[in-house]
């Protein structure tokens, strides 16, 4: 248990931030994390779509329940959040 | 007696450079100082200044100057031109005040650099002008807005904003300690001269003066048309110091000189005159977009004056041409939902036929930008305020210090260029930000970013608040929107209409 700092790249919105998330915290608890700056402020909900991360500029997403201490991110590392039809 | 005309004499009598006997040439122009290019005081003796002006000359024209300037101002004084302007047009002139009065003070020492440490006379006599110009600058835009601080707190930003920590600040010092502070006399011709006044000082000035003169605001329109004049002078310092590199094979270290303060120059307007021209400035009064006005005053102005000296256009110049329809609308979205750190209040410049303005200069702006501006205008009308405020910080760019952004919405490209040195991560927010620290990472490296201040737990408490504190910004002087959302109410009014029918 330790905070870490994640930099959030969320798909449609214009701007890089920072994200304080827990290295327990799994990749669906990241993205939640990273929404919370950024639906409903400049990024409109997508019902009916789930909310994945993957590494900055990558094409794989990293699964759902990989923690934070697993993903060997250094601190403040950008990560993409992408919508995914569920 | 007869009165030899200028040119019979000034050639000579500028011609100040000496054989040092004492003292060897090092010592007497260090080369840290001087510039580090091996080329001694003989060819720097070619140099030739395009304006040449003598010192009665300069008097004499600095004091017609100065009379018409001071004498506008007095002669508006009761005109209640600052109470009654727009919202928008106050926030353009606290924004300036803030951003460039005290930086003239910092220009006047660069300037003196020149002055003392050139090896070219012509140089060192052009300097001496051009340090007196910045001193007057200095003067003229503290003594201008502080008839203001009384009736706005905010104005009194005009006097402190170099002081303080607030984040456009930092990115402010960041740039002008690399290119002006921090460099060589012949480095600070070519960064600040050359590439930043030439090219950019050139568009906050007239674009401002025509917006002023718009606006009714004779008093800023004469002001900042008077320092125009002379930064139109000194602004000509580099050139011939760029034709002394090259003819003596130092054009790869002129060029990267360029290209670095072009760029920095290019990210410090794109969040300060950008949002102007394109938001703040009332509808009826805009001449021309920001990319118009950029596309006239500087790109074609700066690619003659490269091509015209034989250098190349920077190696980044597609990125810049695509960027100047893109990077300001960030810039400007960004400082607007963090509002509470600006020290002015940002108009929104959103409504219904600003947003049509804006899809006829930015194609495709509706379905990205306005993708995001959609959202906060539902917030607005639906009271939800809360949802239209930060909760955390923008990460910022560890070379230009601003947001790191791209374009959102249905053509979503926002990237991070990212590099890892000595142990830390470092990140940009562009390629060319990227390759700039990477030309001199020892210069950079040390910096600490807003962000990387407040991982470091320099900022306490670790919120909003906390945030204010440290950029200084009090209660009352706190940025919020311009017409305090009064622009909304025709959103609510066509969503009565929608619901009606």
């Known amino acids: 248990m330790a905070l870490f700092p994640l930099t959030s790249n969320f798909e449609g919105d214009f701007v890089l931030q920072l994200v304080p998330v827990d290295t327990e915290h799994t990749m669906d608890e990241v993205a939640a994390a990273a929404a919370v700056h950024s639906v409903g402020r400049r990024v409109r909900d997508r019902p009916g779509h789930i909310l994945r991360v993957r590494r900055h500029g990558g094409t794989e997403f990293l699964p759902r329940t990989m923690k934070v201490a697993e993903a060997g991110f250094k601190p403040t590392e950008t990560v993409d959040i992408i919508w995914q039809a569920a | ?501």
């Open chain 2, 1 to 501: 007696m007869a009165v030899l005309n200028r040119m019979d004499w000034y050639d000579l009598a500028r011609s100040t450079n000496w054989t040092p006997k004492y003292v060897t040439e090092d010592e007497l122009f260090p080369p840290a100082l001087s510039g580090e290019f091996g080329l001694p005081l003989s060819a720097w003796e070619h140099y030739d200044e395009p304006y040449k002006q003598t010192y009665p000359e300069y008097v004499k024209v600095q004091r017609e100057k100065d009379a018409g300037a001071y004498s506008v101002k007095a002669a508006l004084e009761r005109s209640r031109i600052f109470e009654n302007a727009d919202p928008g047009w106050k926030s353009v002139m606290k924004a300036h005040y803030g951003a460039i009065a005290r930086g003239e003070y910092a220009a006047a020492s660069a300037e003196a650099r020149m002055m003392r440490f050139s090896k070219a006379p012509g140089m060192r006599n052009m300097a001496t002008l051009g340090c007196m110009d910045e001193i007057r600058h200095g003067q003229m835009q503290l003594y201008f807005p502080h008839e203001h601080v009384s009736k706005d707190r905010q104005m009194d930003w005009a006097f402190k904003a170099y002081d303080t920590n607030e984040w456009a600040m930092i990115a402010a010092r960041h740039f002008f300690d690399d290119i002006m502070m921090t460099r060589d006399a012949i480095s600070v011709s070519i960064m600040l001269t050359f590439s930043f006044e030439t090219g950019f000082t050139n568009m906050q000035f007239l674009g401002l003066a025509a917006d002023a003169a718009e606006a009714g605001d004779h008093t800023f329109a004469n002001l900042i048309s008077s320092i125009q004049t002379d930064e139109s002078r000194h602004a000509q310092i580099g050139g011939p110091a760029l034709k002394v590199l090259i003819e003596n094979g130092h054009k790869a270290e002129a060029q990267k000189r360029v290209d670095i303060a072009v760029w920095g120059a290019w990210k410090l307007f794109s969040v300060l005159t950008g949002p102007i021209m394109d938001y703040y400035t009332p509808l009826e009064h805009r001449k021309q977009s920001f990319k118009e006005f950029m596309e006239e005053w500087i790109v074609a102005q700066f690619e003659r004056a490269l091509t015209d000296m034989g250098l190349d256009l920077p190696w980044y110049w597609d990125i810049f041409l695509k960027d100047i329809s893109q990077t300001h609308h960030g810039m400007h979205l960004g400082s607007y939902f963090w509002r509470p750190t600006l020290w002015w209040n940002p108009a929104a410049g959103v409504t219904p036929d600003e947003r049509a303005w804006l899809e006829e200069k930015y194609p495709g702006w509706n379905d990205t930008w306005g993708q995001c501006w959609d959202v906060f205008i539902d917030n607005v009308v639906d009271g939800n305020m809360a949802m239209t405020y930060p909760e955390t910080l923008p990460y910022v760019c560890n070379m230009c210090q601003l947001p790191i952004l791209g374009v959102p919405g249905k053509g979503w490209d926002v990237k991070d260029y990212p590099l890892e040195y000595n142990g830390r991560l470092y990140h940009f927010g562009s390629e060319v930000d990227r390759w700039v620290f990477q030309q001199e990472p020892e210069r950079y490296a040390g910096h600490l970013s807003i962000v990387d201040r407040f991982l470091a737990g320099m900022i306490q408490p670790m919120d909003l608040g906390g945030a204010l504190q440290y950029m200084g910004l009090a209660p009352g002087e706190i940025g919020d929107d311009a017409h305090n959302y009064a622009w909304a109410e025709v959103y609510r009014a066509l969503r009565e209409t929608r619901k009606a029918s």
